[in-house]
C-alpha cells in the first residue's frame, strides 16, 4: 500500500500528547505573539522537533522546556487545541483521545485546577464540533511532578468538570526511572470503581517491565502506553494477553526517544508472535512530524503484515475508551 492509502483510511488515534500535536510553526507564533521567555539556548527552529534518535527520555523531552510554557490564557488553549485536531483531521483521523496534565495549566494560569480541566474540555467540545471529530481527554499524573493529594484533587476537577464525557480516562507518564510510591495504585481503583474511568499507564517504555506488572496487577490497567519492555518477561506477556489489555504502540516514539535502535528488533515482532493485543498509535505527532499514516507505512515496511493494519480500525475501536 501506499501513503496515499493510509491517509485515505479513516483512523483513530489512542494515545496522542496535546502538546506533542501543535505544528512547530503554531507553537512559535504562539510563543512570539505572546512575548514568553524561553530557556538560554534553545533554538525555536531546531530543538521544538526531534527527527533523529537520541540517547534517552531525558534526551527526548528537550521540545517541552517550551512546550510547557504554553497556553497562557484559555483563548491560546483553544487555538492550540484547533491546530492539533487541524492537523489530525487532515490524516482523517476521526477519533482521538488526547493526552494532557492541567496541573501545568492551573499553575501557568494561576487559576484552580477544576478551572484548567474546564479549559481543556470545552475546548475540545469546540473543535470537536468544528471539525466534526470525537475528540476525548485523558488526564495524566506526571512521576517527576507527583505529590501528595495530587490524584484526589485531580478526580475532583474531573468530577465537576467532565462534561458530556469528554474524560474518558486517567494516565500516569513522564520518567519511569523516577521513584513512585506503589500506593499511588489507589488513586487509579478509585478511579476505575467509583468514577468509572478507564486506565492507561505509561510503563516499559524503557527497560522496565516491573512497572508494566505493576500497572496491571496493582492499578487495573486497561491499556498501556508503549509496554516496549514486556518482550523480557514471559510472565509480563502473559499477563497481558489473560488480561486482554492493549499496548498503544508508537513506532517513531520509540526510535526517536533511543529506545529502539532497530526497528527490525523492536517488541513489536515478539507481540505479533504471542497475539499480544496492540495498536499504532502517534505519541507526539508535531514533534516527530509523523502522523498516524506513517506510523502504518513504517509497520508495513519493517513486518510486512497488511492484515494487522487492515484489522487496526476494529482494534482501536475496541480498546478505545470513548
Known sequence: MEYNQFKSMEKRDLHVHLNGAIPKENIIKFIKE?????????????????????????????????????????????????????????????????????????????????????????????????FNIDARLILSLTRHELNDGQGIELLKAIKASNRYNVIVGVDMSGDEDVFVPKEINKFFLKAKEEYGLNITIHAGETGNFENIKWAISECNADRIGHGSAAKFSEYTLNLIKERDVCLEVCLYSNLMSGNCADLYEHPIRTFLEWDIPFVLCTDNPSVHGKLLSEEYLLFLKYFDRLDVINDMEIRTEKYSFG
Open 34 to 130: 505572546q512575548n514568553i521567555v524561553i530557556p538560554d539556548g534553545f533554538n525555536l527552529n531546531t530543538n521544538l522537533q526531534i527527527k533523529n534518535p537520541v540517547s534517552s527520555l531525558r534526551e527526548y523531552f528537550l521540545p517541552w522546556e517550551v512546550l510547557k510554557l504554553l497556553p497562557r490564557d484559555y483563548d491560546t488553549l483553544c487555538n492550540m487545541v484547533e491546530k492539533a485536531i487541524e492537523k489530525l483531521v487532515s490524516d482523517n483521523i476521526n477519533y482521538v483521545e488526547f493526552r494532557n496534565s492541567p496541573f501545568y495549566i492551573s499553575k501557568l494560569n494561576n487559576i484552580p485546577l477544576n478551572e484548567a480541566v474546564s479549559w481543556l474540555v470545552n475546548a475540545l467540545l469546540d473543535n470537536s464540533i468544528k
